[in-house]
């Protein structure tokens, strides 16, 4: 039986992490636009001139 | 106005049909601006612009004096500082509000900022709030040139005093933290409380104490944080002596947490704790899918959205930006061609045309001369102009409307909503039901009273009830913003429901503000319309303005001896003809039907030839709109003077009231007379001189005709285009109302049986989980497939343009 404490408590830590960063990316603003990022992705970067770097 | 379409060509740059084609690349284009914004997208290989969707740019409206000049009062310290986000020497954040952006291109385009303008670091759109938020070095280039930049590209930011005078709203992010905890945990219990479900292995204790246990630690942050809303709202409604709907949702979770926390300290029971966690989950759903609306849109405007953050004042000899609210009595202020007056001042030039549409109501420009007064909310047509200032914006007669109480009484005292009334009748039956409940088992098993009694409170709680207005009104939100109808919130659908008298704007509402009909009755050869066009088209008065677009003959003739006549006409010399344009006197006739001034007479070589008639525009479609009210009153205001009575009496049939010469005091004082009367008025808009009566009227609906520009606070903000289907929304909103009652009986029933399980003292955690989200997913599946069937019923044709 010792095996379901082990299981109860992995299953929960595991749990408690993922709410931990549902809350720290709703915080950081990461819900706020659903639909920009959407499009955003679609956009090629093949006329890209090479002075600027996108990603900041 | 529209004219004769010459050709099919449509704009490569902004999809409108080209009148005069500009050709460059072999690509058609109607006007200069696209062409110039095509030829910077070009330089820059840009072009992909056009391939992620047709035709995606904003028809370019330049008017004369621009270029880096507009947005140079950006640069001015004080100004600046009100309008950045973060500010220091080589990294600036600024956020701006862009009205015109509507589709995937104008993403991509925004977000390539950093191509075209040197010193751009990065842009990055939220198409939602149709906001952009640009990083830059301000070594490198400068605010005003980065507004600049944006302009060029006809993605004109918005800028005006109230987004900058109050703080940036923060996302409220509090409820869905809530929701996000109240799931997590209602999950782990619900996967704690199986082996209790099914009724696994009864011998061994060891192991139901520690569920129960973890699902109490798991409940904590629920009812401890997560609930709170509920608790919070339902003590208000308490100290009010109100009961609301969430008084026995309150009791209700009260109730379920107590008695499980008690069941599992005394190890007596497991608890309802999953149905708990469960409600509360719910509950917020529902909370959280009503108050999804719509971002880009602002309910709350005051004049502060309509007047410009800055104005060039005069200091010393020369002209510096400043912030409106800095301004004083006595200081000299530059305003130029279509920009607002922002404070009650005098003009010091000779004279100037000031169009007061949006603050009066009156359609037509006012002439103003030398050391008359112009008030604050006039907008400049012509010329620039230097003005005095005699009061600050703040004190201005414009602003003095927004004292009056209307403005300062929340809706939600006014307004008993439905679910309210429902919910006090419940609590009286519920609370009834468990005294009697209370003393039946008192005299027969008293040790089993207490737990009873909590059982009663407990499934008393209204979920299902709860739950039914938030889908049924959210999502009939959603079907009215589908439409071109957007709401401030879901009670306004309620209220709408009950609406029986309509008011109707004159100005801007019922008629096209400011694109009058001109109708020349009168017979000229195309060589004499070309006359009369050259001769309107060098004056800037606004009917002289209105006639030279009615014409669609090019203007032609060489022009001699050119004269202006302020107030009269304009004379020229074409060849031997001398043609006179202008008032009747001027044209040298004796005035037949002098209309209102708003005639121009023509005569050429002192021979009338007829005369130019500006008629203000009835929006198409709202004359059978207002024959469809037959059940509602109908009435008009307008702040115009009478010149349209006859077109209107016959539009609104003999027995609509009618006023003329309305000020904003008088429209707000007559939608308080007939709400006095017991009636329950709808007030339709579009101007700050109806603001009172927008805030003062039950329901008050801001017209217009793109969703960007300003409108006056108002409780739905409706597209121009969809003011025809006016009287099937409010049908819409009733219809809303019959299927929220359906709900109702729905989640009485649902109560009903769950009562009779806990007055009998049977009811176990597993029934109490079983009955729990049946009944919520029922009410919310009724709700959404009822406002779908009852939607799908009207005549109501989508509204194509984006929001």
């Given amino acids: 039986m010792l095996i379901i404490a082990l299981l109860i408590s992995v299953s929960l830590t595991i749990a408690v992490i993922f709410l931990i960063v549902f809350l720290w990316n709703l915080r950081r603003g990461q819900y706020d636009d659903l639909y920009t990022p959407s499009v955003r992705i679609l956009f090629d970067d093949k006329t890209k001139t090479n002075d600027h770097d996108e990603s900041r | ?803």
């Fill in chain 2, 1 to 803: 106005m529209e004219t004769l379409q010459q050709t099919d060509l449509v704009c490569y740059h902004c999809g409108e049909a080209c009148e005069d084609v500009l050709w460059e690349d072999s690509k058609s284009f109607c006007c200069y601006g696209c062409k110039t914004v095509y030829s910077i997208l070009h330089a820059n290989d840009l072009c992909e612009y056009y391939t992620l969707d047709n035709a995606p740019g904003v028809k370019q409206v330049t008017d004369g004096d621009e270029g880096a000049e507009r947005y140079r009062y950006l640069d001015a310290a004080d100004v600046r500082k009100q309008v950045v986000e973060f500010d220091s020497a080589d990294f600036t954040r600024v956020r701006f509000f862009i009205p015109a952006m509507h589709c995937i291109s104008c993403i991509w385009l925004l977000e390539n900022l950093p191509k075209l303008a040197a010193g751009v670091i990065r842009a990055e759109v939220n198409f939602a709030r149709k906001s952009v938020c640009i990083d830059f070095n301000p070594q490198t280039i400068t605010l005003g040139r980065v507004a600049n930049w944006l302009y060029r590209l006809g993605y004109a930011p918005q800028i005006n005093l109230a987004d900058e005078t109050e703080i940036a709203p923060q996302i409220d992010r509090s409820l869905l933290v809530k929701l996000a905890v109240a799931g997590f945990c209602f999950g782990n219990v619900m996967l704690f409380s199986f082996p209790e479900y099914l009724g696994v292995d009864t011998t061994d204790h060891g192991w139901q104490r520690i569920f129960a246990w973890l699902n109490l630690g798991l409940s904590v942050p629920v009812f401890f944080y997560s609930a709170t809303v509920y608790f919070k709202s339902a003590f208000q409604g308490l100290k009010r002596l109100e009961i609301s709907i969430d008084v026995p949702i309150a009791a209700g979770l009260l109730a379920l947490f107590l008695r499980s926390s008690y069941d599992i300290i005394t190890s007596t029971g497991a608890g309802y704790l999953d149905s708990f966690t469960g409600l509360v989950f719910f509950l917020l759903i529902g909370r959280w899918f009503q108050s999804r609306t719509f971002e880009s849109l602002s309910f709350e405007r005051d004049f502060k959205s309509y007047f410009p953050l800055a104005i060039y004042r005069k200091a010393g000899n020369d002209w510096e930006a400043v912030v409106i609210y800095t301004l004083r009595k006595d200081d000299v202020i530059r305003v130029r061609n279509m920009e607002i007056v922002p404070a009650d001042s005098i003009l010091l030039a000779d004279e100037a045309y000031v169009d007061y549409s949006f603050v009066t109501g009156e359609a037509r420009p006012v002439l103003v001369k030398r050391d008359d007064q112009v008030y604050a909310g006039g907008r400049l047509i012509g010329q620039p102009v230097t003005l005095r200032v005699v009061q600050a914006t703040s004190q201005s007669h414009l602003t003095s409307l927004w004292n009056n109480e209307a403005f300062r009484k929340s809706e939600e005292q006014t307004y008993q909503k439905i679910i309210d009334r429902a919910a006090r009748r419940f609590t009286w039956v519920v609370m009834g039901l468990a005294v009697l409940t209370g003393i039946y088992w008192y005299i027969t098993v008293p040790e089993q009273m207490w737990l009873v009694l909590t059982s009663v409170l407990m499934v008393a709680c209204p979920c299902a009830l709860a739950l039914a207005a938030p889908f049924t009104y959210g999502n009939m939100l959603r079907v009215f913003g589908r439409y071109g109808l957007y709401l401030k919130n879901a009670d306004v659908i309620e209220r709408m429901a009950s609406v029986d008298t309509v008011v109707f704007d004159k100005t801007g509402t019922v008629t096209h503000g400011d694109t009058p009909e001109v109708v020349f009755h009168g017979v000229m050869t195309p060589v004499e319309y070309g006359w009369v066009k050259q001769l309107t088209g060098s004056s800037t008065h606004p009917l002289s303005v209105l006639v030279t677009a009615s014409i669609d003959v090019d203007a032609a003739g060489v022009v001699t001896d050119f004269r202006e006549v302020p107030g009269k006409g304009i004379e020229g010399v074409f060849g031997e003809h001398i043609v006179r344009v202008g008032s009747a006197s001027f044209a040298g006739v004796v005035a037949l039907s002098e209309t209102g001034g708003s005639t121009v007479f023509v005569s050429i070589d002192g021979n009338l030839r007829g005369f130019f008639e500006a008629k203000t525009q009835v929006r198409a479609g709202i004359d059978t709109l207002l024959a469809r009210f037959k059940n509602s009153e109908i009435a008009l205001l307008s702040g115009d003077n009478a010149s349209g009575e006859a077109q209107m009496r016959e539009l609104f049939g003999p027995n609509a009231q009618l006023r003329f010469n309305q000020s904003p005091h008088d429209k707000l004082a007559f939608i308080r007379e007939l709400q006095q009367q017991g009636k329950r008025v709808m007030m339709v808009g579009d101007g700050l001189n109806d603001s009172g009566a927008l805030k003062q009227s039950d329901v008050g609906i801001a017209v217009t005709d793109s969703t960007g520009v300003f409108t006056p606070a108002s409780d739905g903000i409706l597209t121009g285009s969809q003011l025809v289907n006016l009287d099937r929304f409010m049908t819409l909103s009733r219809s809303a109302r019959r299927v929220l009652l359906g709900a109702f009986s729905i989640s009485f029933f649902y109560n009903a049986i769950a009562l009779s399980f806990a007055i009998s003292g049977h009811l176990t955690p597993l029934v109490a989980a079983i009955l729990m989200p049946v009944s919520s997913l029922s009410v919310v599946g009724f709700s959404i497939l009822g406002v779908r069937f009852v939607a799908s019923r009207l005549p109501l044709s989508a509204d194509k343009k984006h929001n």
